[in-house]
């Protein structure tokens, strides 16, 4: 009794499934799911605050606030000439973003581990949520951003964003593909290790004192001639760089070592969408 | 040819590894690795089991197929560890099979536990919608249903305060609102009817019913309630073990279930090596019980049952007493026959009287007997001497003008109503 090949099942269930099984179709028919998911997340994060979503607006005010504090005023690091405030939010803004893509995505199997194993949806769709979510708040910090540039102007400090602005948009997408690639590879992995989970933590921190967030490339050419290439081979450090060569008009733009960066994240997206659509279907045995 | 199959299960199996997966660390592995490579002891194996982990497998589910029409009503029973919520983790595909191929048409909606993915923050609306989404419903769809839902739930009162000031109750009652409006052709549940309160469960059953029959979905039923087995589903599928036991009659499986076929019915019953209950106070034993002037266990209509008790007595008892309690192949209790004060007896005595029984009012069916010897002390509470179960099993069939169904009409026929005005 050997069945042919019958179309009209909808679904299939198979042991083994290929390499690359990413339906995205399937997850596009989950937009609604998304964007339930990112109504949850909004809606329950400021519950029972009394600031609420203020809480989007003070928390990059107060870190952008120390980081000038420490960085510029007690350890008087160069910001090549854009005020320290403007450098800082700035930087602290676009490396926010990518931690946050990063960060949630790698807790995705073990976070919603009581979720996946009750019913199905996408497991794609969580991570696309927090990539999504993180949006948000940078938007809401960029916005405080162009406030804060038109306040430091009135007073006379004017910063003049370059053309390569346009560019941001590029950057945005590249730095979710990142931390959605090595998320997904992290979160992979941690159904089985959980001290990658552990890892996440601190390691996120150490990376970004690797990138150039709280100083500028120039700053490292000057400290030895040499070093400031070492640090570019960092995919996210010509990212931060650029971007804030397009936000704020300082440093320079620096094509060679992004086209780099992209072809780190385009690896690290392959590998980890692979690893991915392997475990995504029996995770639930082993987490 | 026609084929209205919306779930075809092909030989499905699932493999568990046994033991701890990994050393549960990166660097266990690493350990576990190097050791094999050396071919040393693995150092994270239990003492001394050899490569427990690496080769103890386990069948969660050995070579299962069956299949699921449209608009019918499945019910799954079996023991714990039999395998059914392994099947509907995979026919909700929640992990995959390790052999095998499952096959389904249409949109499933699975209800492995109540009030998945609910947000104790969102209110009742909001979280209508999220637990919609994640069953995969459409915004639009779910618009068009609020209104149903609320009402089924019961809960418009509350609908706009956070779920976590919710009672349980509530809790379930919405969550089995949503699941229950949802716009898929199937519908898996595993036990989601054990909590809410009676009334609220007979309104699920009933509104399942209506979905399966009214709207043709298909429905797969997991319960280790037999009553709402019995209400709900057309065919049963009994599991043990990871493998299919029985496909078919709900009847025929509950009772395969229950392993009511493997008791037979017996004229002498003798109870010298049985299992006894600990709270009797073990003065009488009783040591058999036989069924006298008849060549097998069914009895008709008004036929009462005659039978001998032989029973001895380890301590002196005043008053004896001895009650039947008759139980159904639910093995729930039926009825009670019972005979006060009938002897006295020293002890050493090995006593043996006849009794008869009318069992009239039953309906017909298997019933199973606990006998009990029991004494009544001076404030009138019951002291239980010995009980076997089941000291006896009869069959009785009853002659009704109606087709008398148990689950429909209840196991016990009264006496026919006369019209006096």
Redesign the interface.
């Known amino acids: 009794m050997k069945k042919k090949q019958d179309n009209s099942w909808s679904i299939v269930i198979r042991p083994k499934t290929g390499w690359f099984d990413i339906d995205l179709k399937e997850i596009w028919q989950y937009k609604d799911l998304i964007f339930m998911f990112l109504k949850r997340n909004f809606n329950s994060a400021y519950k029972q605050t009394i600031l609420g979503p203020l809480w989007f607006l003070i928390s990059p005010l107060m870190s952008t606030t120390m980081f000038t504090l420490i960085f510029g005023t007690i350890a008087n690091i160069s910001t090549d000439g854009v005020p320290q405030f403007l450098f800082y939010m700035c930087s602290n803004a676009a490396w926010g973003y990518f931690s946050t893509c990063l960060t949630s995505t790698a807790s995705t199997f073990t976070g919603n581990a009581h979720l996946f194993g009750k019913v199905y949806f996408p497991r794609l769709v969580s991570p696309i949520t927090s990539v999504i979510y993180g949006l948000l708040s940078f938007l809401i910090q960029m916005l405080l951003l162009a406030v804060s540039i038109v306040i430091f102007a009135l007073r006379g400090q004017a910063v003049t964003p370059s053309i390569h602005i346009l560019l941001v948009p590029v950057m945005l997408l590249q730095m979710a593909l990142l931390g959605l690639g090595i998320g997904i590879i992290i979160s992979s992995l941690t159904t089985k290790y959980r001290d990658l989970s552990i890892l996440v933590g601190f390691g996120m921190q150490l990376w970004m004192y690797a990138t150039p967030v709280v100083y500028p490339v120039s700053q490292v050419k000057s400290f030895a001639a040499g070093l400031e290439r070492l640090v570019m081979l960092n995919p996210v450090a010509p990212i931060i760089n650029n971007f804030r060569y397009a936000v704020l008009g300082c440093g320079s733009m620096d094509y060679g070592y992004w086209a780099l960066s992209w072809a780190v994240t385009f690896v690290f997206l392959f590998f980890g969408i692979l690893i991915f659509s392997r475990v995504e279907r029996t995770f639930m045995d082993t987490v | 040819m026609e ?1 209205n199959n919306v779930i075809e299960i092909d030989n499905v199996k699932k493999q ?1 590894r046994l033991g701890t ?2 050393g ?4 266990g ?1 690493l350990q576990s690795w190097w050791a094999r490579l050396r071919h040393k002891e693995d150092p994270n194996s239990m003492v001394g089991s050899r490569q427990y982990a690496k080769n103890e497998k386990f069948m969660a589910l050995d070579g299962v197929s069956f299949n699921v029409k449209k608009g019918e009503t499945v019910g799954l029973i079996g023991g714990n560890g039999a395998g059914k919520s392994t099947l509907l ?20 909606s ?1 209800m ?2 109540v009030g ?2 609910f ?1 104790g ?2 209110t009742g609306r ?1 979280n209508v ?2 637990n919609g ?7 639009k769809e779910v618009d068009a249903r609020i209104e149903d839902i609320i009402e089924f739930s019961e809960c418009r009162q509350f609908i706009d305060t ?1 779920v976590k000031r919710y009672s349980s109750g509530m809790f379930v009652k919405l969550a089995f609102s949503v699941a229950a409006h949802l716009n898929s052709d199937i519908m898996l549940m595993d036990e989601v009817l054990a909590v809410g309160d009676m009334a609220f469960q007979k309104k699920c059953i009933d509104k399942m019913i209506s979905v399966a029959r009214d709207e043709g979905k298909s429905i797969i039923y997991v319960s280790h309630n037999m009553q709402t087995i019995r209400q709900l589903c057309d065919r049963c599928i009994v599991l043990r073990k990871g493998k299919v036991v029985f496909n078919g009659d709900v009847d025929r499986a509950i009772d395969i279930y229950l392993r009511n076929d493997e008791i037979t019915s017996k004229l002498f019953n003798d109870f010298t090596d049985c299992h006894k209950f600990n709270f009797l106070t073990d003065k009488v034993m009783m040591e058999s019980l036989e069924i006298l002037d008849k060549e097998n266990c069914r009895f008709k209509d008004d036929e009462k049952i005659r039978f001998r008790l032989r029973f001895r007595c380890n301590e002196d008892v005043e008053k004896l007493s001895f009650r039947m309690m008759i139980h159904n192949s639910d093995q729930m209790v039926m009825a009670t026959s019972a005979c006060y004060n009938f002897m006295s007896c020293k002890a050493g005595e090995s006593c043996e009287r006849v009794f008869e029984m009318g069992v009239a009012p039953l309906a017909s069916g298997v019933y199973k007997v606990l006998p009990v010897l029991f004494e009544i002390n001076e404030i009138g509470g019951v002291i239980d001497a010995d009980g076997v179960y089941p000291g006896l099993v009869f069959e009785h069939e009853k002659t009704t003008q109606l087709d008398w169904k148990c689950n429909l009409y209840g196991d016990t026929v009264l006496d026919d109503m006369i019209c006096i005005g």
Do not use: Q
Not at chain 2, 133 to 139: E, F, H, P
């Open positions: 084929n568990y997966i990994g549960g660390t990166l660097r592995d983790k995979l026919l909700s595909r929640v992990t995959a099979p390790t052999e095998g191929e499952l096959r389904i048409r249409g949109r499933v699975s492995l536990e998945t993915g947000h923050e969102l909001e919608y999220l989404a994640i069953l995969g419903m459409k915004r956070p």
